[in-house]
């Protein structure tokens, strides 16, 4: 069994009013290294869906070993990068984890978690959830997706296929699975917190 991980990281930060919210500081690193950081800590290819229009998400990334498809800017981001990462994927893969670039608590611990479970159940979708049995991500898609994961259109990403399929819950601490930071105050609120 052979799983990929991929981060979507192509998005515009459209709602951080010129700021980009992927090279925001997280735990002394850009979140977006922390993100590819917490992927490789796993062991598996990690690779990265980038916006081609814009290159300081890439040079941060200079020096990890993960790779990058580049997503255009016309295209609407979450499908593109799915798309992009599912095009890129060897034929081995059997598996896909689908990592939100912008999730600054999710732990390489919680992936674990969700490829053990993957490992029990290989032709489920396992997705990360909170402790109420809230669904979030990171999410894992087996083979038999791939097609229609590729297949995507429009800015909605997966939640069309996650509709129709039954779903493995693991639950992850404090809410991980539902933490994304898209607009100032939300970093400022989770800043505070913290």
Avoid at 136 to 155: M, N, S, Y
Wanted: charged fraction near 25%; proline fraction near 7%.
């Amino acid at each position: 069994m052979t799983t990929v991980i991929g981060i979507l990281a192509a998005g515009s930060s459209s709602r951080m009013r010129g700021r980009d919210k992927l090279l925001q500081p997280v735990d002394g690193m850009p979140l977006i290294v922390r993100q590819a950081r917490i992927a490789l800590a796993t062991g598996l290819p990690v690779t990265v869906a980038l916006p081609a229009y814009e290159k300081s998400r890439e040079a941060a990334l200079l020096g990890e070993a993960v790779a990058s498809v580049p997503v255009a800017e016309e295209e609407p981001a979450m499908s593109a990068s799915i798309r992009a990462i599912v095009r890129s994927l060897p034929e081995e893969a059997s598996h896909l984890l689908l990592l939100l670039g912008d999730m600054p608590e999710v732990r390489t611990d919680d992936l674990l978690r969700l490829l053990r479970q993957s490992l029990d159940k290989p032709n489920a979708v396992v997705r990360a959830a909170t402790s109420e049995g809230v669904p979030g991500h990171p999410v894992i898609f087996p083979r038999r997706l791939f097609q229609a994961l590729g297949a995507l259109e429009g800015d909605q990403g997966a939640k069309d296929i996650l509709k129709r399929e039954e779903q493995v819950l693991v639950a992850l601490e404090d809410g991980r699975a539902i933490v994304d930071l898209d607009t100032p105050e939300d970093w400022l609120r989770w800043r505070a917190r913290r």
